[in-house]
């Protein structure tokens, strides 16, 4: 898998490395990823923290007290709690999304797995992710870790990223190829 050369993913591969490093360490590696997998949801959820962790106008001391609070408000301490703690005084909170997607891709190696990226236009149900899994399994011939998003813009189907391998299903795609040929035609 070719690896992006972006400031951004340098950064976040070092931070990932070293906090998975010291999670497997403390043999604490799936609750640093559950800790992880809460703050990506508080993120999602909150255009001010989405801006806390990407303006720059924000001193460290301004960014390390904010993330403090939410780790604790959120639960997160330990390993992960400190971990945000060193990312927000080292100014480096812009890269936290970066940083957990490539913990997670760490983590899936580690254990054997591929990891897959779903992007789908609703929430999928247990049974559509057990049956998504399983197919991407026999595709990639290893254990498949989903990380599912949600994107109603896609209308429906789905849009899979295994790797450098991109599968795309989604009705928005179909539609778009649809209306450039209608214009080739016409």
């Not at 007290?65 to 812009?94: C, D, M």
């Not at 189907?157 to 209306?179: A, E, F, H, M, P």
């Amino acid at each position: 898998m070719a690896q992006s050369t972006s400031p951004i993913s340098g950064v976040a591969e070092r931070y990932a490395g070293s906090l998975y490093e010291l999670a497997a360490q403390s043999n604490a590696i799936a609750a640093v990823e559950g800790d992880l997998g809460r703050f990506e949801a508080l993120l999602e959820g909150s255009q001010d923290l989405q801006r806390l962790i990407g303006s720059p106008v924000f001193s460290a001391d301004d960014q390390f007290r904010a993330i403090s609070a939410i780790a604790e408000k959120a639960g997160i301490a330990g390993l992960t709690g400190n971990f945000l703690r060193v990312v927000a005084r080292n100014r480096r909170l812009f890269a936290v999304p970066a940083m957990i997607k490539a913990f997670r891709r760490i983590a899936a190696e580690q254990r054997g797995e591929v990891s897959a990226e779903v992007t789908a236009a609703h929430a999928l149900s247990p049974a559509q992710t057990a049956e998504l899994t399983a197919a991407l399994k026999g595709v990639a011939g290893k254990d498949v870790s989903l990380s599912v998003t949600v994107d109603p813009s896609l209308l429906g189907g789905l849009v899979v990223r295994i790797g450098s391998r991109q599968i795309d299903t989604s009705l928005r795609t179909k539609l778009n190829s649809l209306k450039l040929a209608l214009k080739e035609v016409g």
